[in-house]
């Protein structure tokens, strides 16, 4: 087995050194998130680091990079409070991976990359159209973290919207892939997804049950 230590990871070129540590925490969800901001302005950007925190009360976190790389979404949720979040998939993936690039704080990223804002009850931030699984959140709290200058995120889930009831199953689980949701490698890499296997609560000294 190679082992690449970490004064030899110190020495890669940037660009490499990003690339190779961005994949190895492995695949990841990536979805949307859309905010407003005072003047009206929708925004919607790309994440791939949005992660489940606990279900009651319903919290999920992401981590921001810092303010000076990307500004617009924190800066959003901290001026409102509200944002949406969006899965991705692939119909709207070359559209979604674009939202990305660094626009003007002046330009609406929806119109730019040709992805369509929807409005709903309850909410002043923008979903995505063509989305097929949507959530609307309310700010908690953000977490400034300190060694590198991001931020993290967090997040209570105030409605879902489901373009199909059936991916839900008996048990609540969400067979997202069914609603064509995408994943994520490093920051450019986009995966479809397949199921593999669901297995009961695990409990000590008992053999994992297959459910699915």
């Known amino acids: 087995m190679r082992q690449y230590n970490l004064e030899t990871i110190n020495n890669w070129d940037r660009f490499f050194r990003g690339n190779f540590i961005n994949s190895l925490s492995g695949f990841k969800s990536v ?11 929708p925004n919607v950007a790309i994440f791939s680091n949005i992660v489940h925190i606990g279900a009651n009360p319903a919290l999920i976190g992401y981590v921001n990079r810092p303010r000076e790389a990307a500004p617009h979404t924190i800066g959003n949720i901290e001026t409102n409070g509200k944002y949406t979040i969006n899965h991705i998939h692939p119909a709207m993936m ?45 700010l908690v709290e953000i977490i400034p973290i300190t060694h590198n200058d991001t931020f993290f995120v967090i997040g209570a889930v105030q409605a879902v ?32 997804v397949e199921p593999i296997a669901r297995y009961a609560y695990a409990k000590p000294n008992k053999t994992p049950e297959r459910i699915g």
């Not at 991976?97 to 369509?116: I, M, V």
């Not at 159209?129 to 959530?135: C, L, M, V």
């Not at 609540?172 to 892939?177: L, M, Q």
């Open 31 to 41: 979805s949307l998130i859309g905010t407003i901001n005072n003047d009206g302005l």
């Open 161 to 192: 919207y489901l373009n199909d009831e059936n991916i839900v199953q008996p048990d609540g689980f969400i067979s997202i892939e069914q609603a064509g949701s995408i994943t994520s490698l490093g920051v450019d890499g986009y995966y479809g």
């Open 94 to 138: 070359e559209a979604a991976h674009q939202t990305s690039a660094r626009y003007p704080l002046e330009e609406n990223e929806f119109s730019a990359t040709g992805l369509t804002p929807v409005y709903k009850p309850g909410c002043i931030a923008p979903f995505v159209a063509e989305s097929t699984i949507q959530y609307s959140m309310e």
